[in-house]
């Protein structure tokens, strides 16, 4: 599973950095989470394909994160894509892409789903657990876990061979099935099954304070994507603008106990001192990455 950064800056756009996106690419599915402004553009220097976008994920409805969704829609569209694209965000969005479409005369060629999220809420897409929570920004928004399923252990061949039982169709049966007959005997396929492999989990936070609906969302997971608008300096004007600084999203990451921690939404006046932003953050909680537009990051599974 790639973790592919489309969009990394806060508010605006600068030269290093676009507004919010953020795209998670896996075998079985490509989504994006937000989608500001450009962010079509940077998907032409990236290896996401608009037609394999099947669901995206609004954290919440400031422009430097939704700005680029009618844009992006159209185009995946037009380059032909016709499956069924889910999109997820907070009341309001319904009517602003719809209003969107109808006055600028977009027709698709698929169908929209648009689904409105509240706190608290879960539901599944392709196979994932989607858990949501409420955070805290002066503005409705929002964060998302994900959960993969639990997988099946490995074929356990050298046992199934102990009892002459040959390669073919059978072994798919037991992957799939709770028990298998063979010999006239039945028998419980979990016995001749490896050890069950955890699912693994990420947690994308919008823009926040630091708050415990953050920390629950991100308990445990493999990955947390965290905004990092400000460093320590501007701790204050992080609060009251309802942003995080880098040492803050480093002590949520600690506090949930989740193996790597990536920093993104940085504001542009760290241009040529972000490195400051890393450190702050790493002197609290070590696996962390800085993540510039068109960096990725990779995990098993
Ligand atoms: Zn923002
Ligand atoms: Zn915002």
Redesign the pocket.
């Known amino acids: 599973m790639e973790f592919y950064f489309l969009g990394t800056g806060?508010?605006m756009p600068s030269k290093k950095r676009n507004v919010?996106s953020l795209a998670v690419i896996h075998p079985k599915m490509t989504w994006l989470f937000d989608c500001g402004e450009a962010t079509q553009h940077q998907i032409l220097h990236s290896p996401v394909r608009p037609r394999k976008v099947s669901a995206i994920f609004i954290t919440h409805l400031?422009g430097?994160?939704i700005f680029g969704l009618p844009g992006f829609i159209s185009t995946r569209s037009a380059l032909e894509g016709t499956t069924k694209l889910t999109v997820y965000g907070p009341r309001g969005l319904k009517r602003w892409l719809e209003t969107t479409f109808e006055v600028t005369g977009t027709r698709l060629r698929f169908g929209i789903e648009i689904i409105e999220i509240e706190d608290g809420m879960s539901f599944e897409q392709e196979g994932f657990t989607v858990h949501v929570k409420a955070l805290e920004h002066r503005f409705p928004a929002f964060g998302y876990r994900v959960e993969a399923k639990e997988e099946k252990g490995v074929l356990q061949v050298e046992r199934l061979k102990e009892l002459g039982i040959p390669s073919g169709p059978l072994y798919r049966d037991i992957k799939e099935k709770e028990e298998f007959e063979w010999g006239g005997e039945v028998y419980q396929s979990i016995d001749f099954l490896g050890p069950a492999k955890t699912g693994k989990i990420f947690t994308i936070l919008g823009?926040t304070v630091p708050c415990d609906a953050g920390i629950e969302l991100a308990r445990g997971a493999d990955v947390l994507v965290h905004e990092a608008t400000f460093s320590d300096e501007e701790e204050l004007h992080a609060y009251r603008f309802g942003h995080a600084t880098a040492r803050q999203a480093a002590l949520v990451a600690k506090e949930a106990g989740v193996s790597h921690l990536l920093l993104n939404?940085v504001s542009a006046r760290y241009v040529d001192r972000e490195d400051v932003l890393l450190t702050e953050a790493r002197e609290v909680f070590e696996a962390t990455d800085l993540m510039a537009d068109h960096s990725s990051y990779r995990i098993k599974g």
């Open positions: 806060a508010g919010s400031h430097d994160h823009d939404h």
